[in-house]
């Protein structure tokens, strides 16, 4: 259940923003990604969940194997604790919310409505999400923002004990989480515009 | 996907406004046009089917920003996206909760506002069965249209401008049965187009509009 | 993206695509453009001229009949650029060349242009032979939901700022749109039956019109038909050179960067 990334190129908007990534993620890993802002990512991220077709390269991983989640949650404040839960547990085809409720310690407030919890409360519903999906391999994208000091620790418990389970996790932060992780900055593989621009197969080569 | 269905009908129902508001600009509209046209009851009587008609069809148009627009902002259409659900089968439901939320209230309503405007007896019957058979088709092209323009910052009036030239073939049919039927004039042919157009759109369009959202998920 | 390309290479037609390529695409048509525009000139022109000046006033028809060497040709663009930009939308898709999704912008502003050019003549002409700017006849109708059909896509490029994603929901636009718009044009004879009779609207008539009238018309049509050809290849490469231009300014930024 690996998931492994050769010579990958991803690119927004039509241009290529990271190149030749290889890496591999393994049962038990966290992969924490370095960058400065715009750096690409989020376009790294989304193109491993398939959301976006990748430019160039491979990416080897099982079926339905990816739980993606950005800054926001798709959390519906209209709705309770356990029926944003419910929800998206039967659309990934699991039935069982209530473990997912107990390791996120969300029992107390399960049939509160999520507009009226705290952003830590919230950041631990949109956990609880992830693991109601039943997959192994997280994609996370800024996790901590809006969290204080605690529940950013309760959040690096949360993955640990993922990770801990035989799932993996990578993740897109700027802090530190106190996970034992290993960190992949991207910046060396920012694509390279002098090779991009006049290499063959450039990226818009077909206009010039 | 049942689960789709109702998480959005649970959000309409817990938002407020969903059908709430459709129905009373549906109402709003039938009070207007006597007021724009004048009172006489042999003129709204002519015109009672298609004023209702147009009515229901832009009181079906209000919502439709709302299909996607909300799940995209909340990342919940990348999730869906990544979900082991095909996204035809969440756009169809996507436009069923639509209907059940907007076209069905309509159709139910329409007979009522008729009274209004002085509908022939005949008419009320076939109002309600056109738009019944019509409706469905309104809601699954506005979910379409709601795709291609789920992006968009200000996507609601590029949607109206996309979406009301594509009704077109279901108001002409719609309007037409009931115009006919209330006259005694044969109305089996524009029926069944009515029916085929609204079949074709519930087959066919999900994969366009899924398509759609697709590409404005990259 | 890589798929496609070998693909490409693969493909025993690549000769014939191979001329989609953007840089050939701009290398042919600016030699080929003078040549459509010179025919354009000597067709169009005389046309018009022997349209106008040299037939013979028909009884029971006004000068203002002599609009039909401009309306019935404009019209006839109208519905063929909508069926240019449905094949180039379609190429775009299978194909991803991405002058199929330009040319068929360009169409587009071209067909808007004639679907206008075609009501207003339409409306000019019909006054004096009907007595009224606008009828609800099938045919002016479909020629209104044809505009209508032109702007909504129109507005769909307009309000998209990648240019990949607009070429892709614009032709998923354009491939549904042409569904309804013909359903649509069939649509209305239903609706006006009963309502408007014997508005029969020029098509039918010039089937008893006289070869004297119809000799201009055929070389007139031929004319527009080279008209829509040049006026496509312009907008075109324009939107090509914008392409270009934009695909400069990201390399400018991207080593900036």
Known sequence: MDLVVRD?????????????????????????????????????????????????????????????????????????????????????????IVPALKQMNLESLADRMAA????????????????????????????????????????????????????????????????????????????????????????????? | MIALLVRDLRLTFRAGGGFGLGLAFFLIVTVLVPFGVGPESA????????????????????????????????????ILATAPIPMEGAVAMKALAHWLTTGLPLTLAAPLFGGLMSLPGQGYLWVFLTLLIGTPALS??????????????????????????????????????ARRAIQGVDYAQTFAILAGVTAGSLALLPFAAAAAIRINLR | MEDTRVRQKNDRWNWFWAWANPVKFMSWTGKALPWFIGL????????????????????????SVKIIYVHVPSATMAIQAWGMMVVASLIWLIRRHHVGALAAKGAALVGLTMTVIALITGAIWGEPMWGTYWAWDPRLTSFLILFLFYIGYMALWAAIEDPDTA???????????????????????????????????????????????????????????????????????????????????????????
């Open chain 1, 116 to 208: 009226n919890l705290s952003a830590g409360q919230k950041r631990r519903l949109g956990l609880a999400r992830l693991l109601v999906t039943g997959r192994p391999i997280w994609l996370l994208d800024e996790p901590t923002v809006s969290l204080d000091t605690a529940s950013v620790a309760l959040f690096a418990e949360a993955v640990g004990a993922h990770v801990a389970g035989g799932g993996a996790a990578l993740i897109a932060t700027h802090i530190d989480l106190g996970l034992e992780a290993e960190i992949l900055d991207v910046t060396p593989f920012k694509a390279d515009p002098s090779v991009v621009a006049t290499g063959a197969g450039a990226f818009d080569e077909a206009f010039l």
């Open chain 3, 40 to 63: 354009t000139v000597i067709t169009v022109i005389p046309g018009l001229i022997w349209g106008f000046f040299f037939t013979p006033a028909a009884d029971g028809f006004q000068e």
């Open chain 2, 43 to 78: 003129l709204l009587a002519r015109i009672a089917p298609g004023i209702l008609w147009v009515g229901a069809l832009l009181a079906c148009l209000l919502s439709l920003d709302r299909i996607f627009q909300l799940d995209f902002e909340d990342g919940s259409l990348d």
């Open chain 3, 167 to 257: 070429a892709d929901l614009t032709s998923v636009l354009a491939v549904v749109g042409s569904v309804f718009a013909f359903l649509s044009r069939y649509a209305v004879n239903f609706w006006n039956q009963g309502l408007h009779q014997g508005a029969s609207l020029s098509l039918d008539q010039e089937e008893n019109v006289a070869d004297v009238y119809w000799q201009p018309l055929v070389l007139t049509l031929v004319g527009f038909g080279f008209l829509f050809v040049v006026l496509v290849l312009i907008r075109t490469r324009t939107e090509l050179r914008r392409r270009r231009l934009r695909a400069i300014e990201l390399r400018e930024r991207m080593q900036d960067a």
């Open chain 2, 140 to 177: 699954m092209i506005g979910t379409f249209g709601a795709a291609l323009t789920v992006g968009l910052k200000r996507g609601g009036l590029l949607l109206s401008l996309l979406v009301l030239p594509l009704y077109i073939p279901t108001l002409l049919f719609g309007a037409e049965t």
């Open chain 1, 8 to 96: 990958l190129t991803v690119a927004r908007g039509g241009v290529p923003v990271l190149e030749h990534l290889d890496f591999t993620l393994g049962a038990g890993q966290v992969l924490v990604l370095r960058g400065p802002n715009g750096s690409g990512k989020t376009t790294l991220l989304r193109t491993l969940a398939g959301l976006q077709p990748p430019m160039a390269g491979e990416v080897g991983l099982p079926p339905e194997a990816i739980a993606y989640a950005a800054h926001a949650d798709g959390l519906k404040a209209q709705l309770s604790v356990t029926e944003n839960l419910a929800f998206w547990a039967s659309v990934h085809g699991t039935r069982d």
